[in-house]
Protein backbone atom coordinates (compact mmCIF):
# COMPACT_ATOMS: atom_id res chain seq x y z
CA UNK A 1 0.00 0.00 0.00
CA UNK A 2 1.16 2.97 -1.09
CA UNK A 3 1.82 6.76 1.75
CA UNK A 4 -0.99 8.44 -0.61
CA UNK A 5 -3.72 5.33 -0.30
CA UNK A 6 -2.12 4.73 3.38
CA UNK A 7 -3.19 8.18 4.68
CA UNK A 8 -6.48 8.21 2.16
CA UNK A 9 -7.57 5.18 4.47
CA UNK A 10 -6.81 6.90 7.70
CA UNK A 11 -8.49 10.03 6.61
CA UNK A 12 -11.26 7.72 5.62
CA UNK A 13 -11.66 6.17 8.81
CA UNK A 14 -11.21 9.24 10.73
CA UNK A 15 -14.29 11.19 8.71
CA UNK A 16 -16.34 8.27 8.64
CA UNK A 17 -17.35 8.51 4.98
CA UNK A 18 -17.75 5.22 2.81
CA UNK A 19 -15.93 5.30 -0.89
CA UNK A 20 -17.46 2.56 -3.01
CA UNK A 21 -14.22 2.42 -4.60
CA UNK A 22 -11.42 4.39 -3.12
CA UNK A 23 -10.23 4.75 -0.26
CA UNK A 24 -10.46 8.77 -0.19
CA UNK A 25 -8.88 11.08 2.34
CA UNK A 26 -11.50 11.72 4.98
CA UNK A 27 -11.17 13.19 6.53
CA UNK A 28 -21.19 26.85 13.40
CA UNK A 29 -27.17 28.04 16.80
CA UNK A 30 -25.29 29.64 19.48
CA UNK A 31 -23.58 32.63 19.92
CA UNK A 32 -19.98 33.93 20.52
CA UNK A 33 -21.06 34.24 24.15
CA UNK A 34 -22.48 30.67 24.30
CA UNK A 35 -20.26 28.65 21.43
CA UNK A 36 -22.34 25.20 20.15
CA UNK A 37 -20.27 22.75 18.29
CA UNK A 38 -22.96 20.65 15.82
CA UNK A 39 -21.05 17.38 14.89
CA UNK A 40 -22.23 13.80 13.92
CA UNK A 41 -21.39 10.72 15.90
CA UNK A 42 -21.51 6.79 15.80
CA UNK A 43 -21.28 3.77 18.06
CA UNK A 44 -17.33 2.83 17.33
CA UNK A 45 -17.81 -0.84 15.40
CA UNK A 46 -15.96 -4.03 16.80
CA UNK A 47 -14.50 -1.81 19.74
CA UNK A 48 -15.12 -3.18 23.55
CA UNK A 49 -18.00 -1.58 25.16
CA UNK A 50 -19.77 -0.19 22.16
CA UNK A 51 -23.33 -0.30 22.01
CA UNK A 52 -25.10 -2.57 19.53
CA UNK A 53 -28.77 -1.88 19.90
CA UNK A 54 -31.49 -3.02 16.55
CA UNK A 55 -34.23 -0.49 15.38
CA UNK A 56 -36.77 -3.17 17.11
CA UNK A 57 -35.02 -2.12 20.94
CA UNK A 58 -35.33 1.15 20.08
CA UNK A 59 -31.81 2.06 20.19
CA UNK A 60 -30.24 4.44 17.73
CA UNK A 61 -26.52 4.45 18.79
CA UNK A 62 -25.87 1.64 15.78
CA UNK A 63 -27.05 4.69 13.78
CA UNK A 64 -25.08 8.26 12.56
CA UNK A 65 -26.78 10.73 14.89
CA UNK A 66 -26.25 14.62 15.13
CA UNK A 67 -25.30 15.99 18.32
CA UNK A 68 -24.83 19.71 19.78
CA UNK A 69 -21.74 20.60 22.41
CA UNK A 70 -21.43 23.65 24.66
CA UNK A 71 -18.17 24.33 24.14
CA UNK A 72 -17.76 26.15 27.66
CA UNK A 73 -19.42 23.96 29.41
CA UNK A 74 -18.61 20.82 28.17
CA UNK A 75 -22.41 19.31 27.81
CA UNK A 76 -23.68 17.79 24.51
CA UNK A 77 -27.61 16.55 23.20
CA UNK A 78 -28.16 14.80 20.81
CA UNK A 79 -30.60 16.23 18.22
CA UNK A 80 -31.69 13.65 15.66
CA UNK A 81 -32.73 10.18 16.26
CA UNK A 82 -34.64 7.08 14.68
CA UNK A 83 -33.43 4.09 12.44
CA UNK A 84 -31.74 6.38 10.11
CA UNK A 85 -28.35 8.25 9.63
CA UNK A 86 -27.86 11.66 9.99
CA UNK A 87 -24.65 13.85 10.06
CA UNK A 88 -22.78 15.94 8.13
CA UNK A 89 -24.17 18.69 9.65
CA UNK A 90 -23.46 22.73 9.61
CA UNK A 91 -24.60 25.57 11.43
CA UNK A 92 -26.80 28.74 8.86
CA UNK A 93 -24.84 31.85 9.45
CA UNK A 94 -27.45 33.42 11.96
CA UNK A 95 -27.17 30.18 13.98
CA UNK A 96 -30.66 29.68 13.74
CA UNK A 97 -30.83 26.20 11.44
CA UNK A 98 -28.71 23.51 11.61
CA UNK A 99 -28.08 21.68 7.30
CA UNK A 100 -27.56 17.82 6.72
CA UNK A 101 -27.92 15.04 5.16
CA UNK A 102 -29.88 11.95 5.92
CA UNK A 103 -31.39 8.51 4.69
CA UNK A 104 -34.78 8.93 6.83
CA UNK A 105 -36.63 8.97 3.49
CA UNK A 106 -34.61 6.59 1.43
CA UNK A 107 -32.44 3.16 1.51
CA UNK A 108 -29.61 3.17 4.00
CA UNK A 109 -26.99 5.32 2.09
CA UNK A 110 -29.10 6.63 0.01
CA UNK A 111 -28.45 10.53 1.43
CA UNK A 112 -30.78 13.91 0.78
CA UNK A 113 -30.33 17.26 1.87
CA UNK A 114 -32.13 18.50 5.39
CA UNK A 115 -32.98 21.29 7.45
CA UNK A 116 -33.55 21.77 11.08
CA UNK A 117 -33.84 23.92 13.73
CA UNK A 118 -31.27 23.75 16.08
CA UNK A 119 -33.35 21.42 18.57
CA UNK A 120 -33.56 18.93 16.27
CA UNK A 121 -37.29 20.43 15.58
CA UNK A 122 -38.85 21.63 12.74
CA UNK A 123 -36.88 19.35 9.70
CA UNK A 124 -37.42 20.25 6.33
CA UNK A 125 -35.97 18.47 2.70
CA UNK A 126 -34.03 20.56 0.33
CA UNK A 127 -33.64 17.79 -2.21
CA UNK A 128 -35.13 14.64 -2.96
CA UNK A 129 -32.96 12.57 -5.57
CA UNK A 130 -33.45 8.77 -4.18
CA UNK A 131 -30.77 7.29 -7.05
CA UNK A 132 -28.56 10.20 -6.40
CA UNK A 133 -26.21 10.29 -2.73
CA UNK A 134 -26.01 13.84 -1.80
CA UNK A 135 -23.59 15.27 1.37
CA UNK A 136 -21.93 17.91 3.25
CA UNK A 137 -24.24 20.55 2.68
CA UNK A 138 -22.66 24.43 3.52
CA UNK A 139 -24.59 27.78 4.03
CA UNK A 140 -22.98 30.73 1.96
CA UNK A 141 -21.99 33.37 4.15
CA UNK A 142 -25.19 35.32 3.20
CA UNK A 143 -27.11 32.14 3.64
CA UNK A 144 -29.00 32.13 0.33
CA UNK A 145 -26.95 29.56 -1.34
CA UNK A 146 -26.17 26.09 -0.29
CA UNK A 147 -22.67 24.23 -1.67
CA UNK A 148 -23.13 20.42 -1.55
CA UNK A 149 -21.73 17.26 -2.95
CA UNK A 150 -23.77 14.88 -5.35
CA UNK A 151 -22.65 11.08 -6.36
CA UNK A 152 -24.54 10.62 -9.82
CA UNK A 153 -24.76 6.93 -10.89
CA UNK A 154 -22.66 6.36 -13.89
CA UNK A 155 -21.59 9.98 -14.10
CA UNK A 156 -19.10 10.36 -10.86
CA UNK A 157 -19.60 12.94 -8.28
CA UNK A 158 -20.10 16.68 -8.62
CA UNK A 159 -19.54 19.94 -6.74
CA UNK A 160 -23.23 21.56 -6.42
CA UNK A 161 -24.99 24.70 -5.47
CA UNK A 162 -29.14 25.35 -4.55
CA UNK A 163 -31.31 27.60 -3.35
CA UNK A 164 -31.69 28.42 0.22
CA UNK A 165 -34.89 27.11 -0.09
CA UNK A 166 -33.74 23.79 -2.52
CA UNK A 167 -34.85 25.24 -5.67
CA UNK A 168 -31.86 26.17 -8.65
CA UNK A 169 -30.35 22.59 -7.92
CA UNK A 170 -27.15 22.10 -10.40
CA UNK A 171 -24.41 20.64 -10.67
CA UNK A 172 -21.35 22.73 -11.09
CA UNK A 173 -18.25 21.12 -11.25
CA UNK A 174 -16.77 17.58 -12.11
CA UNK A 175 -17.22 15.10 -12.75
CA UNK A 176 -15.03 13.78 -10.25
CA UNK A 177 -13.34 10.08 -8.78
CA UNK A 178 -14.92 11.91 -5.49
CA UNK A 179 -15.28 15.33 -3.72
CA UNK A 180 -15.88 16.21 -0.46
CA UNK A 181 -16.52 19.05 2.36
CA UNK A 182 -16.63 22.59 0.49
CA UNK A 183 -15.96 25.61 2.32
CA UNK A 184 -16.82 29.01 1.43
CA UNK A 185 -14.46 31.66 1.25
CA UNK A 186 -15.89 34.60 3.51
CA UNK A 187 -17.07 36.88 1.00
CA UNK A 188 -18.65 34.36 -0.94
CA UNK A 189 -16.66 34.85 -4.04
CA UNK A 190 -15.32 31.10 -4.15
CA UNK A 191 -15.63 27.31 -2.61
CA UNK A 192 -13.04 25.48 -1.64
CA UNK A 193 -13.02 21.61 -1.97
CA UNK A 194 -11.23 18.46 -1.70
CA UNK A 195 -11.56 15.86 -4.78
CA UNK A 196 -9.26 12.81 -6.20
CA UNK A 197 -9.30 13.75 -10.08
CA UNK A 198 -10.43 10.99 -12.09
CA UNK A 199 -7.28 9.06 -13.32
CA UNK A 200 -5.68 9.87 -9.36
CA UNK A 201 -5.12 8.54 -6.31
CA UNK A 202 -4.62 11.34 -4.14
CA UNK A 203 -6.73 13.93 -3.24
CA UNK A 204 -6.26 17.95 -3.28
CA UNK A 205 -7.45 20.62 -3.07
CA UNK A 206 -9.65 23.16 -5.41
CA UNK A 207 -11.58 26.68 -5.68
CA UNK A 208 -14.28 26.93 -7.80
CA UNK A 209 -15.01 31.01 -8.65
CA UNK A 210 -18.67 31.81 -7.93
CA UNK A 211 -18.49 34.20 -10.90
CA UNK A 212 -16.45 32.75 -13.67
CA UNK A 213 -17.47 29.26 -12.99
CA UNK A 214 -13.33 28.69 -12.90
CA UNK A 215 -11.62 25.88 -10.95
CA UNK A 216 -8.21 25.76 -9.85
CA UNK A 217 -6.34 23.41 -7.34
CA UNK A 218 -5.23 24.98 -3.98
CA UNK A 219 -3.39 22.63 -2.21
CA UNK A 220 -1.49 19.67 -4.18
CA UNK A 221 0.67 17.87 -2.32
CA UNK A 222 1.91 14.17 -3.02
CA UNK A 223 -0.37 13.36 -0.05
CA UNK A 224 -3.93 13.75 0.71
CA UNK A 225 -4.86 17.31 0.94
CA UNK A 226 -8.61 17.47 2.65
CA UNK A 227 -10.99 19.05 4.84
CA UNK A 228 -10.82 23.14 3.77
CA UNK A 229 -12.28 25.54 6.23
CA UNK A 230 -11.64 29.67 6.78
CA UNK A 231 -11.36 31.48 9.82
CA UNK A 232 -14.07 34.08 9.79
CA UNK A 233 -11.96 37.19 9.25
CA UNK A 234 -10.97 35.48 5.91
CA UNK A 235 -7.39 35.35 6.47
CA UNK A 236 -6.47 31.84 7.23
CA UNK A 237 -7.03 28.18 5.52
CA UNK A 238 -7.12 25.20 7.29
CA UNK A 239 -6.89 22.00 6.21
CA UNK A 240 -5.17 18.52 6.86
CA UNK A 241 -2.25 17.04 4.93
CA UNK A 242 0.59 15.07 5.78
CA UNK A 243 4.04 16.50 6.72
CA UNK A 244 6.60 16.40 3.85
CA UNK A 245 9.09 13.25 4.68
CA UNK A 246 6.18 11.78 6.78
CA UNK A 247 3.90 8.72 5.93
CA UNK A 248 0.30 8.17 7.60
CA UNK A 249 1.00 11.02 10.33
CA UNK A 250 -2.05 13.17 9.53
CA UNK A 251 -1.75 16.76 10.81
CA UNK A 252 -3.32 20.36 10.67
CA UNK A 253 -2.12 23.15 8.69
CA UNK A 254 -2.86 26.81 8.36
CA UNK A 255 -2.29 28.86 5.00
CA UNK A 256 -2.25 32.47 5.52
CA UNK A 257 -4.26 33.98 2.63
CA UNK A 258 -2.71 36.98 2.84
CA UNK A 259 0.75 36.13 1.63
CA UNK A 260 -0.31 36.10 -1.85
CA UNK A 261 1.89 32.46 -1.67
CA UNK A 262 1.39 28.88 -2.63
CA UNK A 263 -0.36 26.58 -0.49
CA UNK A 264 0.71 22.81 1.02
CA UNK A 265 2.43 21.64 3.78
CA UNK A 266 5.50 22.19 3.12
CA UNK A 267 5.53 25.78 2.73
CA UNK A 268 2.48 26.11 5.44
CA UNK A 269 2.30 26.39 9.49
CA UNK A 270 1.77 23.01 11.15
CA UNK A 271 -1.24 23.04 13.89
CA UNK A 272 -0.46 19.31 15.34
CA UNK A 273 2.51 17.74 15.22
CA UNK A 274 1.83 14.11 17.37
CA UNK A 275 0.77 10.30 16.74
CA UNK A 276 -2.54 10.62 16.21
CA UNK A 277 -4.63 11.36 13.28
CA UNK A 278 -5.57 15.21 13.18
CA UNK A 279 -7.75 16.52 11.24
CA UNK A 280 -11.10 18.49 10.04
CA UNK A 281 -9.52 21.43 11.87
CA UNK A 282 -13.25 24.50 12.27
CA UNK A 283 -12.19 27.84 13.53
CA UNK A 284 -14.56 29.35 16.32
CA UNK A 285 -17.33 32.19 15.45
CA UNK A 286 -15.01 34.27 16.85
CA UNK A 287 -11.31 32.95 15.39
CA UNK A 288 -9.80 32.43 18.79
CA UNK A 289 -10.14 28.54 18.73
CA UNK A 290 -10.10 25.32 16.28
CA UNK A 291 -12.21 22.25 17.03
CA UNK A 292 -10.81 19.29 15.14
CA UNK A 293 -10.93 15.36 15.23
CA UNK A 294 -8.27 13.81 16.60
CA UNK A 295 -8.47 9.54 16.90
CA UNK A 296 -5.59 8.37 18.71
CA UNK A 297 -6.94 5.26 19.92
CA UNK A 298 -10.33 3.46 19.04
CA UNK A 299 -12.08 5.86 18.58
CA UNK A 300 -12.45 9.35 17.11
CA UNK A 301 -12.61 12.36 19.39
CA UNK A 302 -13.31 16.07 19.46
CA UNK A 303 -10.51 18.35 20.71
CA UNK A 304 -9.97 22.26 20.66
CA UNK A 305 -7.30 24.26 20.23
CA UNK A 306 -5.99 27.86 19.95
CA UNK A 307 -5.96 29.46 16.33
CA UNK A 308 -2.03 29.25 16.56
CA UNK A 309 -2.13 25.32 17.51
CA UNK A 310 -1.11 25.86 21.67
CA UNK A 311 -3.32 25.22 24.39
CA UNK A 312 -5.05 21.04 23.35
CA UNK A 313 -7.26 19.96 25.26
CA UNK A 314 -10.47 17.27 24.47
CA UNK A 315 -13.97 18.70 23.91
CA UNK A 316 -16.00 15.52 23.43
CA UNK A 317 -14.46 12.24 25.02
CA UNK A 318 -16.54 9.13 24.21
CA UNK A 319 -14.83 5.85 23.86
CA UNK A 320 -17.77 3.85 22.29
CA UNK A 321 -18.60 6.31 19.22
CA UNK A 322 -16.46 8.20 17.00
CA UNK A 323 -17.24 12.35 16.99
CA UNK A 324 -17.05 13.68 13.18
CA UNK A 325 -17.14 16.66 11.14
CA UNK A 326 -17.91 19.27 13.70
CA UNK A 327 -19.18 22.91 12.87
CA UNK A 328 -19.38 26.01 14.94
Same mark, same amino acid.
Given at each position: MSAITRVGALLLAGCGVLAAAL?????????? #??PLVVYEARAAKGEAGAPSYTPEEGGTDEYTQVYVADAKKGTTKRVTDGAYNSGNPAWSPDRSRIIFKSDRDNQ???????TMKADGSDVRR???TPEIREWTPKYSPDGRTVVYVRVVPREGTFLALMDADGGNQRQVAGPYAFA #???AWKKDGSQVYFSAIERGRNDADIYAY??????????VSSPAADVCPHFTHDG???TYASVAPGGDTNVDLFAHDMTSGGAAGPEVDR??????AVDDYGNPSPDDREIVYINKSG????????SRDGSNKRPLVVTPDLDENVPDW
Amino acid at each position: MSAITRVGALLLAGCGVLAAALAFAACGGGSK #ETPLVVYEARAAKGEAGAPSYTPEEGGTDEYTQVYVADAKKGTTKRVTDGAYNSGNPAWSPDRSRIIFKSDRDNQPGRDDIYTMKADGSDVRRLTETPEIREWTPKYSPDGRTVVYVRVVPREGTFLALMDADGGNQRQVAGPYAFA #EFPAWKKDGSQVYFSAIERGRNDADIYAYDIASGAVTAVVSSPAADVCPHFTHDGKTLTYASVAPGGDTNVDLFAHDMTSGGAAGPEVDRRLTDDPAVDDYGNPSPDDREIVYINKSGASADLWLMSRDGSNKRPLVVTPDLDENVPDW
